[in-house]
DNA sequence: TATAGGACCC
């Protein structure tokens, strides 16, 4: 049989490489294997175990059993098992293989790649005591030396958040290479200490690939999105090959950004360089369209996909939902589950959001139950806070409250913020006090707990009671986070902030925000002076002009995009009422599509109307009067500049009369996504 | 066989 180890691999084994992906065909050649005696050979043996655990995660159990099927297994079927045990639902099994690897008493002996993968085990556990425990091992046996245990030690701890232990094995090391300084960059930027990552990257005395990724993916993952695009033009500039993983990681940046031209610029290179787009990659650009807005990109990036795993579906739904598109994303949910693809908790998020923002109570409630008992699923936080939503914007407050009082785990902070939500378009006082009461008891710097309820106080004109839940955020320190929106122009990313007056372009933008307030005024509009809407960032404001982050970007965008050319802003916030009506209208008489992308949504404005509909409203810090007027009396979609009279009359004379609409009269804006 | 390894919800 000593042949064998002069080919790379046994035909045999190719096959189930290759065409064997059915548990039948696998049995097929396994049977043949046992028949003919070859898996005896241990060499080959090792080949089959391997090459079954390594392209067939799901049948570890089968390749386990087949290490069995050879009375001298070598350390290499040993080292394949566990290696794929530690990516595997249960990576504690990869410990009893390595248990019983010792056992085995004869040749096999645990060697450098047996360690690289124990470390991954203990990595994905996050247990320190078994961390402890095969770093002891490593030095008993003598492969602290070995530059690839190295860097799987640092990566190990930096995954535990022991940035002094990867710090201290690193230090250890006389003469670190590239691995192991990679490995340290990664740990570094893992940890948060990106600066420090950087550094380190930046003394590098040569880098290939996998570190220019390293320090790209760090930055992505730290949510320097800015500095991962920059790395990446540097990385070009400096010519060095972009591979798969680098695009993933640029798109993913991109995505966080908004940055819808840099994306685009990524999938056109794909095309141009001939890059197979494999499932990751499709999965990432579909991501990055749906979060810059251009949902049905994303949907065509979806459809020409031949490979589709729970990633790429949950990932369509998810944008679906997240621009408005509730039923498309639970007909797509129809055909994911007559595709055989089993969903998993993420994908029930998307889905639930779908329904939340279809307005669909009865089949929200339905699919909630169906996770377990068809699924096996149990919920998580994001999913009650979900059902809650659900129940809450349609008036259900009581049984919202009931859903909380009956959850099976303690009740989070965004469970209450969707009650709290509720009870501020729904008017309810005293359901919103206990709400925020309980949110402020969990985390007593939530900001959107405090503006939310002082919202609900103005509702009913409760004026002390609102400078009350003023004076009391300033008490205890509690600050609303800046809001700062970006937007990209000629693949530039530009921030702004409130009141921001840095940008070189100021004085333009100065001017361009003057002429704006003018035409508004000209056009019937009236600035939000109501003071029903407590908004924190109105203290913010340093004039009469509206500085808020979102309306410098517009005019920004305006000055520098050409005509007809839609303007793009993503924001850290939610938008504001008035800034939500305001963009609006300059969609309208600046005759420019205007794509906001908010905390949690999209608002797409064209023509004075934005597509948002109800879904305005979403969960904690929000302002949710827009829908109910948005719609007010009709079928159909006032225009914006109507409404925003309208809304200025009905506000002034009625705040408490708002009416929160049917939603079965929201009549979808957008197109569909197809 | 190993170092980067990424994508869906947060």
Redesign the pocket.
């Known amino acids: 049989m000593s042949h064998f180890r002069c080919i790379a691999k046994h035909p045999t084994i190719s096959l189930v490489e290759s065409s064997c992906t059915s548990l039948r065909q696998i049995n097929q050649v396994h049977t043949q294997l046992l028949i003919t005696g070859l898996l005896d050979d241990p060499f080959l043996h090792a080949q089959f175990v391997?090459s079954i655990a390594l392209k067939h995660p799901n049948l570890l159990d089968y390749s386990t059993r087949a290490l069995d099927q050879n009375p001298n297994p070598?350390?290499?079927a040993f080292?394949?098992l566990i290696?794929a045990n530690s990516k595997s639902p249960n990576p504690q099994k990869s410990f009893q293989l390595y248990n019983k690897l010792l056992k085995s008493g004869h040749n096999p002996y645990p060697?450098?790649?047996t360690f690289?993968?124990l470390v991954?085990t203990c990595a994905q556990l996050l247990d320190c005591e078994a961390s402890r425990a095969v770093h002891a091992c490593v030095m008993k046996r003598g492969f602290e030396t070995?530059?690839?245990?190295q860097?799987?030690l640092?990566?190990m701890y930096a995954e535990m958040g022991l940035l002094g232990c990867a710090r201290k094995v690193f230090d250890e090391i006389p003469l670190p290479?590239?691995?192991?300084l990679?490995?340290m960059?990664?740990a570094c930027?893992?940890s948060g200490h990106v600066g420090f990552a950087r550094g380190l990257f930046d003394s590098m005395p040569e880098k290939?690939?996998?570190?220019w990724?390293?320090m790209i993916?760090?930055y992505?993952?730290c949510g320097q999105s800015r500095e991962a695009l920059d790395m990446f033009n540097l990385m070009q500039m400096e010519g060095v090959r972009i591979?798969?993983?680098?695009?993933?990681?640029v798109?993913?940046a991109c995505?966080h950004l908004g940055a819808l031209d840099q994306g685009r610029w990524a999938h056109a290179y794909i095309g141009r360089k001939k890059i197979t787009v494999?499932?990751?990659?499709?999965?990432?650009l579909?991501?990055m369209y749906?979060?810059c807005g251009d949902v049905n990109k994303a949907m065509e990036v979806f459809w020409g996909m031949r490979e589709k795993?729970?990633?790429?579906?949950?990932?369509a739904m998810?944008?679906l939902a997240?621009n408005g598109l509730g039923h498309e994303c639970l007909e797509l949910f129809a055909l994911m589950k007559q595709e055989r693809v089993l969903p998993?908790?993420?994908?029930f998020?998307?889905i639930l959001?779908g329904c939340s923002v279809a307005g669909l109570v009865e089949e929200g409630r339905m699919h909630f139950y169906s996770m377990r008992k068809e699924f096996g699923l149990e919920p998580?936080f994001?999913h009650y806070g979900c059902m809650v939503d659900l129940y809450g914007r349609v008036g259900r407050l009581n049984e919202a409250l009931d859903f909380i009082n009956k959850m099976p785990v303690k009740p989070h902070a965004?469970a209450w913020g969707a009650l709290l939500n509720a009870c501020r378009i729904h008017k309810n006082t005293k359901l919103g006090e206990l709400a925020s009461r309980k949110i402020v008891e969990l985390e007593s710097k939530n900001h959107g707990a405090y503006v939310l309820l002082s919202n609900i106080y103005a509702d009913s004109k409760n004026w002390d009671r609102v400078s009350n839940v003023r004076q009391t955020m300033k008490a205890k320190g509690v600050r609303k986070l800046p809001g700062c929106s970006i937007i990209e122009v000629n693949g530039e990313v530009h921030e702004f902030v409130v009141g921001d007056k840095s940008h070189p372009r100021y004085g333009e933008i100065e001017a361009k925000l003057e002429e704006i307030s003018k035409r508004l005024k000209s056009s019937g509009y009236v600035a939000n002076t109501f003071p029903v809407l407590f908004d924190l960032e109105e203290e913010e404001k340093e004039d009469a002009l509206c500085q808020h982050s979102e309306r410098i970007a517009i005019a920004f965008g305006l000055i520098s995009l050409k005509e007809g050319v839609p303007i793009r802003i993503v924001k850290n916030l939610r938008v504001c009422w008035d800034c939500h009506a305001v963009t609006a209208i300059i969609s309208d008489i600046y005759n420019r599509e205007i794509i906001v992308r908010d905390r949690?949504r999209f608002h797409h404005y064209k023509d004075g109307a934005c597509s948002c509909k109800g879904a305005f409203s979403y969960s904690l810090f929000i302002y949710p009067l827009l829908p109910s007027i948005y719609y007010l009396g009709m079928g159909e979609p006032l225009r914006m500049i109507d409404i925003v009279q309208k809304a200025a009359g009905i506000m002034v004379h009625e705040q408490g009369s708002v009416l929160v609409l049917p939603r079965l009269l929201f009549q979808p804006v957008d197109s569909s996504p197809r």
């Not at 494999?278 to 990432?284: Q, S, Y």
Request: net charge negative.
């Open positions: 391997a070598t350390v290499f080292n394949s290696r060697d450098n790649y690289t993968f991954r070995d530059p690839h245990v860097s799987g640092i990566y290479d590239l691995v192991t990679t490995a960059v990664t930027a893992k290939d690939p996998v570190a990724n390293a993916s760090g992505a993952q591979n798969e993983v680098t695009l993933v990681s798109l993913s995505s494999t499932v990751t990659l499709g999965t990432a579909i991501d749906a979060k795993n729970v990633y790429t579906w949950s990932s998810g944008g997240m998993n908790e993420v994908t998020v998307s959001r998580i994001e965004g949690n």
